[in-house]
């Protein structure tokens, strides 16, 4: 499964104020690679290397986002690194430390079959093989090899996280825009 939310201003390198469903995360900033401005990214995407198709990234920094050219990509051993533009020093790049990496929805392709990016399941509503209605998906995040969805029903504010695995996630149907789901009430336990 790979992720999602994206938006950007047509500019260089000033805040983007757009609409936050415009944007697509693609991943986190997790520090400084070397001491030449380079970053080393967490892709959360299936493949990482994809991060490296967009010319142009929008980081989430603190107070607002920021487009920012890609000058370089690389896939390394220990994961993918980034140059940006403007981001010429460790220093810099330290900087960056923490905030998220998008693209605008638009840059994305359609979807291949059986592909799912995380911006189409927010806002899907969550329902038990049963029928029952659990929710709607707030948000999605990684924990190690599995993304997990924030479910939250708004009536009793419960919130719930599901694995995004096959055991508990029978079927998606965006159409529907429904998630049907095997899980019980004592796994909320």
């Given amino acids: 499964m790979e992720s999602s939310p994206s938006g950007a201003s047509p500019g260089g390198s000033g805040p983007f104020e757009g609409d936050e469903s415009q944007r697509v995360v693609m991943g986190r900033i997790v520090g400084p690679f070397g001491i030449h401005g380079w970053l080393k990214v967490k892709a959360f ?98 924990t190690g090899d599995t993304s997990v969805l924030v479910v939250r029903e708004p009536a009793a504010g419960a919130e719930r996280m599901i694995p995004f695995i096959p055991q508990y996630v029978k079927s998606v149907d965006r159409e529907a825009k429904r998630i049907t789901v095997d899980w019980k009430a004592d796994y909320d336990a």
């Fill in 45 to 142: 995407t299936e493949k990482p290397e994809g991060l490296g198709e967009f010319p142009r990234w929008l980081v989430g920094a603190r107070g607002g986002w920021r487009e920012m050219a890609l000058e370089d990509f690389e896939v390394h051993s220990k994961g993918p690194v980034a140059k940006l533009a403007g981001c010429d020093d460790r220093e810099g790049a330290e900087k960056l430390r923490g905030c998220d990496v998008a693209v605008r929805l638009a840059q994305l392709r359609e979807p291949d079959d059986g592909t799912l990016y995380w911006v189409d399941l927010v806002g899907l509503d969550v329902v038990e093989e049963s029928g029952s209605v659990l929710g709607k998906v707030e948000a999605l995040f990684e």
